[in-house]
């Protein structure tokens, strides 16, 4: 597989322009993560060590934008030894390039600002089940598998399991099989408030004074060797807390239906 070298990245596309881009793109987010919201991280510190690739950071997802930019802040921020924090945004003069997200190829083309978006480290793929609001059914593109792997050889990849910003929403079995043969370190990244705080693409603040979060958690323990896709997939959406375990609102209505039968019942005195 293709490798970076000091000019460009592993797909080719020029560190100084990326730079560029980070710091420009930086500067006009900062103010909706500390400023008109100040968003909260924690868990940076469990990053530090971690090595320059093969690193596979897993989300829940909650608009299409605004957290992988919060992601990108960040790593930034740690990157230059700010940890949990993203007071200082001088940090943007030395980002981290070598860091990668998943996204569909049809969200990444729609206008020329997620074009330039696109640039700073996207790795677009066609969904295989849902494209222009409609559901489909086609292959997996083994090139773009092929992408992501590449990515991770070369640096750190963060992806949205779920494929959706619905919360809740099944995850993917294409990213436990990813994880499976490639076996990265899969960090955990859990993420609240963003749905609040921005619009559905995350590029308009919707309401002033949220405090999003952003958890980053231990490394998942997975035994690559014997634990299956399922049982892979199964601890990804326990870890980013997307299982109706979590529920709250799932756990109600049952609880809600549950009290209904009781009142219907003929039993009942």
């Excluded at 295989?128 to 792997?149: C, F, K, P, S, Y």
């Excluded at 980013?240 to 529920?247: G, R, Y």
Aim: a positive charge; one cysteine or more.
């Amino acid at each position: 597989m293709s490798k970076k070298n000091i000019f460009t990245d592993a797909f080719g596309h020029l560190y100084f322009l990326k730079r560029i881009i980070i710091f420009v793109l930086g500067l006009v987010s900062y103010r909706r993560f500390n400023g008109f919201n100040k968003l909260k991280i924690s868990g940076t510190e469990l990053l530090v060590d971690l090595p320059d690739s093969n690193v596979l950071f897993v989300s829940n997802h909650q608009t299409y934008f605004a957290d992988v930019a919060a992601m990108y802040h960040a790593f930034c921020a740690m990157n230059n030894g700010y940890l949990n924090t993203i007071k200082n945004p001088i940090y943007l003069l030395n980002p981290k390039v070598d860091f990668y997200y998943v996204a569909a190829e049809e969200t990444m083309n729609k206008g020329l600002m997620t074009k330039i978006f696109k640039l700073a480290g996207a790795v677009t793929v066609k969904r295989t089940w849902r494209a222009e609001g409609q559901n489909v059914n086609r292959m997996v593109d083994l090139t773009e598998v092929e992408n992501i792997m590449k990515a991770l050889d070369n640096g750190w990849v963060i992806t949205f399991p779920q494929g959706t910003t619905a919360a809740f929403a099944q995850g993917r079995k294409g990213t436990a099989k990813l994880v499976k043969n490639q076996r990265p370190i899969v960090v955990p990244i859990k993420i609240n408030g963003f749905r609040r705080a921005f619009d559905k693409k995350g590029l308009r603040v919707k309401v002033t004074g949220v405090r999003p979060t952003m958890e980053f958690k231990k490394p998942l323990d997975i035994d690559y060797d014997h634990d299956d896709a399922p049982t892979i997939l199964n601890k990804i959406m326990v870890a980013i807390e997307q299982t109706e375990d979590f529920n709250l609102l799932h756990e109600y209505d049952l609880e809600r239906k549950s009290q209904k039968e009781e009142e219907k019942s003929p039993l009942k005195l």
